[in-house]
């Protein structure tokens, strides 16, 4: 009998306590009353949001003037199809301008090396600075190389045309022939397939992939990253994706900043970004990756191409 009083009792004392918690007699009812009358937006304020190029424009403010003034001109390059091949066109793959009874490029092995791009300068719709304003620039890159020619080791293994070959004719004189494309099952393009380049005039400020570009902010990026996002109470990983999009530096182009999609392989300001190629429907570096050839300025006014670097990375 006592025990069964006991557990009356409890009960009456429970069913009292969460009665007088409802109609706000207690701490714990007033504090549950003032959450249910808030509005929705106070109810909802630890949750994070995801960020917007807006979001990224006022993250970036105190830093306008410097990426402003690190604008770069730069061709933004498009590829169409090209019907008909045509030996001096600017373009990706196809049949290479070459002068007649010239050895044509191998790799380290002695195998024919195929055409992988062509730039003719006459063809820019105003010159580039720094860029030679007529001639002939060709990339030739293996054809059976897990790596697609280059040596991605280190900068200065990147340079080594041993697997790839850069050529530049200031003047396309004399009698010439036309190389072949040369078919291979590791290759990021078919080469029996060219599509012409299309140039138009553009600048970008420093890309994101940029090894400079954290030496810009005062306390590095990420820091600044994280310390916005939670001042505005903004998802982490969505705030760096509008980053990302808004200075990523993708696509084909011709000078300008480059994009990766691991990191820069630089670390000082010898070498920037002579031509970029990026994957697309038609041409693919590895998984969805990138392209990039970096020349020093010096060589580039001295038209030198012997020491070009040849990188490329992917997901």
Not at 118 to 132: C, D, K, M, T, V
Not at 178 to 204: C, I, S
Not at 245 to 267: C, I, M, N, V, W
Request: proline letters at 7%; charged letters at 25%.
């Amino acid at each position: 009998m006592k025990i069964a009083a006991l557990v009356m009792l409890l009960g009456v004392l429970l069913a009292g306590g969460f009665f007088a918690a409802y109609r706000g007699g207690s701490a714990l009812g007033q504090q549950w009353h003032r959450v249910k009358e808030a509005p929705a937006s106070e109810r909802v304020v630890s949750q994070a949001r995801n960020a917007t190029p807006d979001d990224v424009q006022q993250m970036l403010a105190p830093y306008a003037e410097p990426l402003q003034e690190s604008e770069r001109p730069l061709m933004r390059i498009a590829l169409e199809a090209m019907p008909r091949d045509e030996a001096t066109a600017s373009k990706v793959g196809g049949g290479a301008w070459w002068p007649h009874g010239e050895s044509a490029p191998v790799d380290a092995q002695g195998r024919a090396l195929t055409l992988l791009a062509q730039l003719n300068f006459a063809e820019l719709p105003r010159p580039l600075p720094g860029y030679p304003q007529q001639g002939l620039l060709q990339i030739f890159v293996a054809t059976d190389d897990d790596v697609y020619g280059a040596t991605l080791d280190n900068m200065e293994s990147q340079r080594q045309q041993r697997n790839f070959r850069i050529v530049y004719r200031p003047q396309l004189q004399g009698a010439s022939m036309v190389l072949p494309a040369v078919a291979g099952a590791r290759l990021p393009l078919d080469p029996a397939v060219p599509r012409r380049m299309r140039f138009t005039v553009d600048t970008e400020p420093m890309t994101r992939g940029d090894y400079r570009f954290d030496r810009m902010m005062d306390h590095g990026l990420d820091g600044i990253l994280r310390a916005y996002a939670a001042q505005h109470q903004l998802d982490e990983d969505s705030l760096l994706d509008a980053l990302w999009e808004a200075y990523d530096g993708g696509g084909h182009k011709l000078g300008g900043y480059p994009a990766f999609t691991q990191e820069d392989p630089r670390s000082d300001g010898m070498d920037e970004l002579l031509l970029q190629l990026d994957s697309d429907d038609a041409m693919m570096w590895g998984d969805s990756g990138v392209a990039n050839f970096f020349i020093s300025p010096e060589d580039l006014k001295r038209r030198d191409f012997s020491r070009v670097a040849y990188h490329w990375d992917c997901h």
